[in-house]
């Protein structure tokens, strides 16, 4: 019998969908909203101190991904971010040109934005994925028109991990006077990004993903890209997103990516590492699964498994009930039913699609608890199928 | 330190910190995710809309959480007119809005929509008359600010939204920011369709806010993506700050019940010492104005070098609104209101708190008597 408010310590391996804040964000948080309360447009000294530790953290921020600090704007996450990036793009060359091409396997932020400029009369291409959840560059060359101002392509995949040739695209739009964007959301914090190796124009990022806060993120925008605000207002972000300063947000967005910088390496091929004894575990057990995403080109913190002919739903609760806590797709859209638009794009409406689960590392997570989690799955699975 | 630049931001309560501190570290899980953790976090967050919804006396289905005032008002005026523009392209507004709101509606007139802006009398207030004459059979938006930041001066908005009622077809937006916990509004007696409320002005974080959305009111959505907050604004939900808001509201709430009072017995105080002193005018009208807000000007006084001077003695005031203080002419308020370029260019506000105490007004007067005359005399 548990005791009253014993519970089994849960084993979370879904940090793609939110990641727990490092104490040591927190702790400089908590300063920032004590004593350095005011807001930054202020112009006594209240205001200017904040002024000052905004510009500190932007530097920061910028330099993590090889930007100028000016080219760093703001946002309240990768939601805005994405929209901002895709919508502003669209109405600053609407003179130019309606064409925009993204691909099927983006993020919600990036497909219902795109989706929104179809009902103002935007035409959208969204490119097929191969069975790895790779776009083909040669099918986006093809795909280019005359009057297309904007690709958008994610970095790496939420919810497979497939990383995308970025810097391919980037090259070939380059020539082209195309702006291109990039979700950069799942990517930033695990890969090397710099955007002057990259040609990207505009390049998404969110800091609850790296164990940040939640409610702050930052869109770059390359020096000279043609962008329309967003949201409108003060002067705040050199008038490209109004609005008082989340500072502490940014203090603690500034500490997170300081943080990550230090531990990249060692995360990558820890999170390398629990992939590895994940499937060796499957393996050993002679459980029937099926790794999703590319064997190439992938981001170390997620793995998308697909155990053929066991429902998700009764997957993801039996491990819920065991103490693991992962997800199905992504978790903007955990609560529906409908099969990953990811694995529909690369396997089609197959048993695959609908028996996949998102295994997904970070802060925290050790060894011994990706060996009991993938214990568990394994039971977990086998139950199921002899049911 | 004296702190009276609390319209800028405030600062915020210990509480709140606490409350903050502690779903950031351990309730971080996306509320959207089906698993346990996510269902805590999701937990918290139902919790802290019907506390909101609860303290603002309406449904938890009519709280939107945004990340602030200035998109509370992007969403709420562009997110009409986008719904509603096979209605009508006509909107309204006022000469003396916050500016999150007057360039929404700037962006919204490049691409094709008509906007009427009310003037305003010499108190900064819109008359009844002028909006009954302006509002047409294709209006399908009125939006007027609450108590405007700069000075203080409280719209008609009752009487707004009880006219309003014989056009269903406009929807009644109010910018609520400056008034919440200073100037109490019935949102359900004033008729008010949509209501726009930051939290760091009301002692909770930067980065949240909320935007009362009142049920059967229809918004296109300005970021698409998940489907959160009922599809009308995408993005993973900030807990802590939505937690830590609703905990802000409640104490500060709590603290207006004889906190008003207070405010206002201060502003009385300041409004008669400042008379008081040479070369000050009052420009914050004596007659339903806010209790927390009083702006003034100093003629021939640089207000930045005023600043400057009283910040050498601890003491914190502002020129005009913090989000265009660095823009260059006078206040766009006070020139609406008619005040001549030398007035509007030399004006300065003083915002209280709940906190802030009688001594801290001696001290304001104390150094104003003080350091005047001598910056008149470097003046010439």
Do not use: W
């Not at chain 1, 979370?12 to 702790?27: G, I, R």
């Not at chain 1, 994405?82 to 502003?88: K, P, T």
């Not at chain 1, 947000?249 to 091929?269: C, D, L, N």
């Not at chain 2, 409004?271 to 004596?286: A, F, Y």
Request: hydrophobic share 40%.
């Amino acid at each position: 019998m548990f005791k009253e408010g014993e519970i089994v310590e849960a084993i979370y391996l879904d940090h793609a969908a939110t990641s727990p804040v490092h104490p040591d964000v927190v702790e400089v948080m908590i300063p920032s909203l004590k004593e350095n309360f005011g807001n930054p447009s202020s112009i006594h000294r209240f205001g200017r101190s904040n002024r000052h530790v905004l510009d500190e953290a932007r530097s920061t921020i910028a330099s993590s991904v090889g930007a100028h600090p000016k080219e760093i704007v703001f946002t309240s996450g990768g939601t805005e971010a994405d929209n901002m990036a895709i919508i502003g793009t669209a109405m600053a060359n609407k003179d130019k040109g309606k064409h925009i091409i993204t691909s099927q396997v983006e993020h919600h932020a990036v497909l219902h934005a795109c989706e929104h400029l179809e009902t103002l009369g935007y035409e959208v291409t969204y490119l097929p994925v191969n069975k790895e959840g790779r776009v083909s560059v040669e099918e986006l060359k093809a795909a280019l028109r005359e009057d297309t101002v904007l690709v958008t392509v994610m970095y790496g995949n939420n919810e497979v991990g497939t990383v995308q040739p970025i810097k391919e695209i980037g090259e070939l739009l380059q020539e082209r006077n195309i702006t291109f964007h990039t979700d950069a959301v799942q990517a930033y914090g695990l890969l090397d990004i710099d955007v002057t190796e990259l040609s990207v124009d505009l390049m998404s990022v969110s800091a609850h993903k790296i164990n940040g806060p939640k409610g702050i993120g930052f869109l770059y925008v390359k020096e000279k890209t043609n962008l329309a605000p967003f949201l409108y207002g003060g002067e705040q972000e050199r008038k490209r997103r109004a609005g008082t300063e989340n500072v502490a947000g940014i203090v603690g967005f500034e500490k997170a990516v300081q943080i990550m910088q230090a531990e990249k390496q060692k995360k990558t091929e820890l999170y390398l590492s629990f992939q590895k004894e994940m499937l060796a575990v499957f393996g050993r057990e002679g459980i029937d699964y099926k790794v999703n995403g590319d064997p190439e080109h992938y981001l170390p913190h997620i793995l998308n498994v697909s155990f053929p002919g066991v429902s998700v739903e009764s997957l993801l609760t039996n491990l819920d009930l065991a103490g693991i806590a992962v997800s199905s797709g992504s978790a903007c859209t955990a609560g529906s039913l409908e099969p990953s638009h990811v694995l529909t794009a690369m396997h089609g409406e197959t048993d695959r699609a609908f028996s996949a689960v998102r295994f997904s590392f970070g802060l925290g997570n050790t060894t011994e608890q990706v060996t009991k989690a993938a214990e568990e799955t394994v039971k977990v699975v086998k139950r199921l199928k002899a049911l | 330190m004296i702190y009276l630049d609390n319209s800028a931001t405030t600062k915020p309560y210990p509480e709140v910190l606490d409350t903050f501190r502690k779903v950031a570290e351990s309730h971080f899980a996306n509320p959207s995710s089906i698993h346990g953790k996510g269902s805590e976090a999701e937990r918290l967050l139902l919790q802290a809309r019907s506390i909101v919804a609860d303290l603002l006396h309406v449904h938890s289905k009519e709280i939107v959480f945004t990340s602030g005032g200035t998109e509370g008002n992007n969403l709420a005026i562009k997110g009409t007119a986008f719904q509603h523009q096979s209605r009508g392209k006509h909107l309204i507004t006022t000469a003396v809005e916050h500016a999150s709101t007057l360039e929404s509606f700037k962006q919204l007139e490049d691409i094709g929509f008509e906007v009427t802006y009310l003037p305003v009398d010499a108190a900064g207030r819109i008359s009844m008359e002028d909006l009954r004459k302006e509002v047409r059979k294709d209006t399908i938006l009125v939006s007027m600010i609450h108590v405007n930041n700069e000075i203080g001066t409280i719209q008609p908005i009752e009487e707004a939204g009880e006219y309003l009622r014989n056009f269903p077809k406009a929807v009644f937006h109010v910018d609520h920011v400056q008034g919440l916990s200073k100037v109490p509004l019935n949102f359900k007696k004033a008729k008010v369709d949509l209501c726009t409320m930051s939290a760091h002005k009301v002692h909770g974080l930067k980065g949240s806010g909320i935007l009362y959305v009142r049920s059967g009111v229809k918004l296109f959505p300005l970021f698409t993506g998940g489907e959160q907050e009922g599809t009308v604004r995408a993005g993973t939900e900030n807990v802590p700050g939505v937690v830590a808001m609703a905990k802000a509201l409640r104490v500060v709430l709590e603290k207006s019940k004889s906190g008003i009072k207070q405010l206002r017995h201060l502003q009385e105080t300041a409004r008669k010492e400042l008379c008081e002193i040479d070369g000050i005018l009052i420009n914050t009208p004596e007659q339903n104005s806010a209790p927390h807000i009083l702006n003034f000007s100093v003629p021939r006084i640089k207000p930045e070098v005023l600043i400057h001077t009283l910040e050498e003695e601890g003491i914190y005031i502002s020129t005009k609104s913090a989000c265009s203080s660095k823009a260059q002419g006078g206040s766009r308020i006070l020139e609406a209101a008619g005040y001549g370029p030398e007035r509007s260019e030399h004006a300065l506000r003083v915002s209280f708190s709940f906190e802030n105490r009688q001594d801290d007004i001696e001290r304001l007067v104390e150094a104003l008597e003080e350091v005047l005359p001598k910056l008149k005399s470097v003046m010439g």
